[in-house]
């Protein structure tokens, strides 16, 4: 890791207020579930030198790699095919970039995913974009998987990778694929305006995992009732899991007049044993006697670990002139920019 990063603590919800506490978002699920309309992400703080070099060599500024054809590109077709084909790498910066996912891989086995935390990704193509415009991958959860295993060098199933990996890889891939500049449309909760925003993907803010930190930390205790529980870290197939529960609940049930338990069966899900405690019902069960102090907190710490992207970021109001926080809006704009055309300055 860069010693240019010095990580910053997440702030974690409030567990002592008493009221019901929002869901955490998985950015994934909300640019997928939000694929027809037009908004963007947004982050602040440093990013590692790798992500600007990066966005740098796409932007034609340096390379610190030499393009090599992809294996990919090779195709059967007239010799002017190959030949406008095999040129794409070199034009294109399609090269490999290393990076360090925030989790270093202290949660890996070399197996289903890094154990050095190390992969290698190149930008996305038109045929990467067109499995985002495809509904049926969409729908059954398996776009952002499809593209992240087409654009990674190595042989990992990226549905085994952290959610806090897998957000890092998507907010980079937008990046070296078209440009750190991520024009959005944003509202303020204050005064109700809305306008539009640039926001600079380059200015994220990443936190690696601390080296006295792994699977080994993954238990605690309640601060109310004192129950010990041990859980796990959410993967890209846990969010499916939970994402098909949510789906499956509204399609065979009348939720008319019930609560959305999603919440419950999501910390559920993630939680390994509590007191001895292992079935996932129990455990769903047990949830909706705690004190919601205890729920929050469980909440906060299966879902907040110590490392990842901090998706909190700040927007100007250019009206009023303030400030305000919000979780960046992942929706379709995200990997559809409008691109915008070069402008001819004639001498």
């Known amino acids: 890791m860069n010693d240019e990063f010095s990580p910053q603590k997440i702030n974690p919800e409030d567990i002592q207020n008493p009221q019901p506490t929002k869901p955490s978002k998985n950015i994934e699920t909300e640019m997928l579930e939000n694929n027809t309309k037009e908004g963007a992400p947004k982050f602040s703080g440093p990013v590692p030198p790798a992500f600007k070099n990066a966005v740098a060599s796409n932007r034609g500024e340096s390379s610190q790699s030499t393009p090599t054809p992809s294996q990919e590109m090779r195709v059967t077709g ?8 095999a040129g794409i790498s070199a034009k294109g910066n399609l090269v490999h970039e290393k990076i360090i996912l925030p989790s270093k891989g202290k949660f890996y086995d070399g197996e289903n995913g890094p154990s050095d935390g ?30 992240f295993n087409k654009c990674m060098k190595e042989n990992y199933d990226s549905a085994n990778f952290l959610t806090q990996d897998r957000t890092y890889m998507l907010i980079y891939l937008r990046g070296i694929s078209y440009t750190p500049e ?5 509202k303020d909760p204050d005064s109700d305006q809305t ?9 994220l803010y990443v936190e690696y995992c601390k080296e006295d930190f792994s699977s080994e930390n993954l238990r605690d205790t309640l601060p109310v009732t004192g129950y ?20 499956r609940r509204a399609k065979n049930f009348d939720l008319s007049g019930q609560a959305d338990d999603t919440l419950l069966y999501r910390t559920a899900h993630m939680i390994s044993e509590i007191e001895g405690l292992t079935e996932k019902i129990e455990i769903q069960t047990l949830l909706k006697k705690l004190p919601i102090q205890d729920v929050a907190y469980l909440r906060t710490v299966v879902n907040e670990p110590p490392f990842g992207v901090d998706t909190k970021v ?11 926080e ?22």
């Open 78 to 85: 007239s010799s002017k095919l190959e030949e406008l084909i």
């Open 118 to 147: 190390v992969v290698n990704i190149r930008p996305m193509t038109g045929e990467e974009e067109e499995i985002l415009a495809t509904p049926r991958f969409v729908k059954r959860g398996q776009a952002i998987d499809m593209i």
């Open 182 to 186: 991520y024009e959005v449309e944003v």
């Open 195 to 203: 306008f539009a925003t640039s926001i600079n993907l380059s200015e």
């Open 228 to 247: 010990n529980f041990s859980y796990k870290l959410a993967t890209g197939k846990d969010e499916k899991t939970v994402q098909d529960y949510r789906d």
């Open 314 to 324: 700040s927007v100007n109001n250019p009206y009023t002139m303030s400030d305000f």
């Open 326 to 347: 919000m979780e960046l809006p992942l929706e379709a704009n995200f990997f559809f920019p409008r691109a915008k055309k070069k402008t001819v300055t004639q001498a």
